[in-house]
């Protein structure tokens, strides 16, 4: 089966300008996340849906950046205007939310790695 | 204080040692607890779930101290391959939260 699908795996881009990131969780899965790492602030959550619906989004830093999930199987995370200090690792997640596997265990894409210059 | 805070490091350990961290945390609501690894350049991925009594995997042992609030993880005989960053991971209600990693070098 493949995993969670996350596209692009690089983008560079100059401050000011619009990025959207993409991500196709792994099919049945019905929670979807979406994560920022960096070296000195570790893997922050930025914001989650349930069965396509946002249920916190208290981690998204402003309101530059913002988020959708228009179906089960796609999801966006848009940042603009893109600022040098967005530059990280953007990891989108996904798990079951039933019984029977440990209920936290998230299954990530590789990321997206974004250097706003 | 930060929910959860682990030893950034790194640990550099010889082969076949005995390597172990520990993550402290500070919401006692904190209802499940889990292990990631993380290799370099690549997404985290679970190494284990923590329980109460604590649970081993072939040479990677887990545990649990809710009454000082804190989880640990054994890694004996440690290989080269166990080179990453270890981090911890605490679910409560609604909110799973990650430690910022520990990492280790394994050094032959």
């Known amino acids: 089966d493949a995993g969670v699908i996350q596209s692009p795996r690089h983008e560079v881009t100059e401050m000011g300008q619009e990025v959207t990131l993409r991500c196709k969780p792994i099919s049945g899965h019905d929670y979807l996340f979406w994560y920022r790492q960096t070296m000195m602030r570790g893997l922050e959550l930025l914001i989650y849906f349930n069965n396509n619906v946002p249920i916190d989004d208290s981690g998204m830093p402003e309101d530059r950046f913002s988020a959708k999930m228009p179906n089960a199987s796609f999801s966006t995370l848009k940042i603009q205007p893109s600022e040098p200090r967005d530059s990280a690792v953007y990891f989108c997640?996904?798990?079951?939310?039933?019984?029977?596997?440990?209920?936290?265990?998230?299954?990530f894409g590789p990321g997206t790695r974004l250097t706003v210059l | 204080r930060k929910e959860v805070e682990q030893d950034p490091g790194p640990f550099n350990v010889p082969e076949g040692a005995t390597v172990a961290f520990n993550c402290t945390y500070s919401n006692s609501a904190s209802q499940s607890f889990f292990w990631y690894r993380q290799d370099c350049r690549k997404e985290p991925k679970l190494l284990m779930s923590v329980y109460s009594s604590g649970n081993e995997d072939g040479r990677f042992t887990a545990q649990l101290n809710r009454a000082s609030q804190y989880i640990s993880l054994l890694i004996r005989d440690s290989k080269l391959s166990d080179s990453a960053t270890y981090l911890c991971v605490l679910r409560g209600y609604q909110k799973v939260t990650f430690g910022t990693g520990t990492k280790l070098q394994v050094i032959p």
């Open positions: 997640a996904s798990r079951f939310g039933g019984t029977g596997v440990p209920s936290a265990t998230q299954y």
